[in-house]
């Protein structure tokens, strides 16, 4: 026998990893200009920035006029954006119509919102579950309330009135905090032993992802009334409201089979054979698995049906979007960069909280991850 | 003594607390018969297990033991034949199949704990939810069971962080949370590697000692020859022998029991 193997006759310490390359050059040199590819793509990208950059900047801050500005400074010639603008309407792009007299009511519903939402929202924060009964009871109760009006002596004020950001939230948040919930029972009635029940949410579903958002929205807004008995109307931001719910709702329900479909079967069987009841497996062991497996796509769905608000001046609401392109045709700003300025603003707005939701949602995958992925 | 069949433990089993019942009916399997579709899995399975014994399933895969012993909590559906737990007959009955579970405990080879929840709610998720236990009761409780399995220190932990041997235990002490007067046990070591085989078997020995029913699909013969009442052996769909351990292992009847013998006591 050859002496081929080296055998240890004692365990080895265990030593510290070895150092990494650290500093500035060997970072560069890591990352931008580890081939010559990649040195390529470096040279690109800096000669990009450079081309873009400074026009950017002399458009959105360099040339432009700042709040408070007037209109015949957004007129000179090469102006850049025009604030003045946006902060001269910025009441209309969040109340739209709403009667100025009024708008402590919109700002106490969005103060409340905040301060309901962030602690709800916030892992660390103490009473969750009061906290969730203010926010998904009592809240959209006080809401209407104060929004409409027409009680409590508050002068009332028809939905008509109301637009802008204002009616883009409440189309949101509501399409968002019960298209969650309907598309988890969609999806458990898709998978459900019970002929009836599978058929009806399977017909649901099929039939709401098939159809486009905007005739969802125009059925619901020329159809529905002609369905209705004579005289009895539901109003237009309800059915906006409901039109955009019902449509996500669908998609979130294959989202939601999606995550369901990623559990074993043991975990159900382990549930039931501690006796658990049907609802209680599904409460307690599968949807917070199956939920957590698809944040992303529950969070996608979310972004989506919150730029999707938009579409619902189609059925004459005026929400940001729809707010911002009525005022851009405003005489009194007319100016080269007026319409420009809107839509940035409008874009920078959707952004901000969609952009929001895309973190939180990274932030809670990180939180939830228990570590069971070995 | 044969390798496949030694001791799983060097002491001597405690056999004060086991004894089998003449009276106490624990599972009564009549004239069983199950299909996966056109696939007849289980054929004309009779069998009366009594309180307090403890019944070693073995056969070679395909058999239908595990699919015997889940069609005892109702996991499968029998098609044909009658199935009484503790004097309960299994339909289609839902409230009658919990009532089942909450007296049969189940141990899977996959462990199935539930991974989002720490050992301590995997243990008092169904005594609180199902028995209505209160909480503090619960964790009481839960830490007796853990204790008894002895991993009291990774009550806070989640499943993922433990070895598999641990997750089988935990497994075991969640099934007797529910305070079960049957526990199943669906080959629980098959999936362990084999340095973790034996501190599971330490664990179901114990049960034993304490007097508890059992029905275990195994292959640790060894498990079979020191715990259990009865070995039963199945093939096809059937049971084709069943006897005493010292006499099922020496004087094994039918051939294709003492082929599958010959194959695993090497």
């Known amino acids: 026998m050859t002496d081929t193997a080296f055998v240890r006759s004692e365990i080895l310490p265990s030593q510290p990893a070895p150092r990494r390359e650290s500093g500035l050059v060997a ?24 081309w873009a950059l400074p026009p950017l900047y002399g458009f959105v801050i360099g040339n432009a006029v700042p709040p408070g500005g007037t209109v015949e400074q957004c007129r000179v010639e090469n102006v850049g954006a025009c604030w003045a603008y946006i902060a001269s309407e910025i009441e209309f792009f969040v ?15 969005f ?72 598309g988890i029972l969609l999806a458990l009635g898709r998978q459900s032993k019970l002929p009836v029940i599978k ?53 979130m329900a294959e989202v939601v089979r999606g995550g369901l479909q990623a559990i074993p079967r043991g975990q159900y069987e382990a ?45 004459g609401m005026k929400d940001l979007l729809e707010a911002v392109k009525t005022k851009n045709d405003a005489i009194e700003w007319a100016s080269p960069t007026q319409s420009v300025t809107g839509y940035l603003f409008a874009a920078m707005v959707y952004w901000v909280f969609c952009f929001s939701m895309s973190r939180y949602s990274l932030n809670m995958e990180r939180r939830l991850d228990t570590g069971h992925k070995r | 003594m044969s390798q496949g069949s030694e001791a799983v433990v060097d002491r001597n089993i405690d056999r004060q607390q086991m004894h089998v019942s003449t009276t106490d009916v624990a599972i009564d399997i009549v004239g069983l018969h199950k299909w996966f579709g056109d696939f007849h899995v289980l054929r004309d399975i009779n069998l009366r297990v009594m309180g307090g014994e403890r019944i070693v399933i073995a056969g070679p895969s395909g058999s239908g033991k595990s699919t015997l012993i889940r069609c005892i909590n109702r996991l499968e559906e029998h098609q044909k034949g009658n199935l009484f737990v503790n004097g309960t007959e299994l339909t289609s009955d839902l409230k009658r199949i919990d009532e089942v579970r909450r007296e049969v405990g189940m141990v899977f080879q996959h462990f199935n704990l539930f991974p989002h929840l720490t050992i301590m709610q995997n243990l008092t998720l169904a005594p609180i939810w199902v028995r209505g236990v209160p909480k503090a009761q619960a964790e009481e409780a839960a830490m007796m069971y853990l204790e008894r399995v002895k991993i009291p220190e990774q009550a806070q932990k989640y499943p993922g962080q ?29 999936a362990l590697d084999p340095e973790m085989v034996k501190e599971v078997l330490e664990v179901m020995i114990s049960l034993a000692e304490s007097g508890m029913t059992m029905i275990c ?21 059937q049971i084709i022998e069943q006897n005493e351990p010292d006499e099922f292992f020496s004087h094994p009847q039918h051939e294709r029991t003492k082929l599958f013998l010959s194959q695993i006591l090497h």
């Open chain 1, 27 to 50: 970072w560069l040199r890591k990352n931008l200009f580890a081939t010559a590819s990649d040195t390529i793509l470096t040279i690109l990208g800096v000669l990009f920035i450079f």
């Open chain 1, 95 to 109: 109340y739209g119509f709403y009667p100025m007299a009024e708008y402590w009511r919109p700002n106490t519903v």
């Open chain 1, 111 to 182: 103060a409340m919102l905040v301060l309901l939402i962030v602690p709800l929202l916030w892992p660390k924060a103490p009473f969750k579950r009061t906290n969730a009964v203010l926010f998904f009871l009592v809240f959209p109760v006080i809401s209407v309330i104060l929004l409409s009006g027409g009680m409590f002596g508050l002068r009332f004020v028809p939905t008509e009135q109301w637009g802008g950001l204002l009616v883009t939230l409440i189309i949101s948040i509501v399409g968002i905090c019960l298209s969650l919930p309907i």
């Open chain 1, 199 to 251: 058929t009806l949410c399977i017909g649901f579903i099929e039939l709401i992802r098939a159809v486009p958002l905007i005739t969802i929205l125009f059925m619901a807004s020329i159809m529905l009334p002609l369905f209705m008995p004579q005289g009895t109307t539901v109003d237009k931001l309800l059915r906006a409201v409901v039109g955009v719910t019902l449509f996500a709702s669908a998609y």
């Open chain 1, 271 to 315: 549930g039931a054979s501690l006796g658990l009841g049907y609802w209680q497996r599904m409460y307690f062991i599968i949807l917070p698995q199956a939920l957590k497996h698809v944040i992303p796509g529950i969070v996608n769905n979310f972004i989506s049906l919150f730029k999707d608000t938009s579409l619902v001046y189609i059925v």
């Open chain 2, 162 to 190: 433990l070895s598999g041997g641990q997750q089988q235990r935990v497994a075991i002490a969640r099934s007797l949370c529910m305070n079960p007067k049957i526990m199943l046990f669906d080959e629980p070591t098959s």
């Open chain 2, 217 to 237: 699909v195994t292959h640790e013969m060894g498990f079979a020859r020191q715990v259990a009442n009865r070995v039963i052996f199945m093939d096809q769909g």
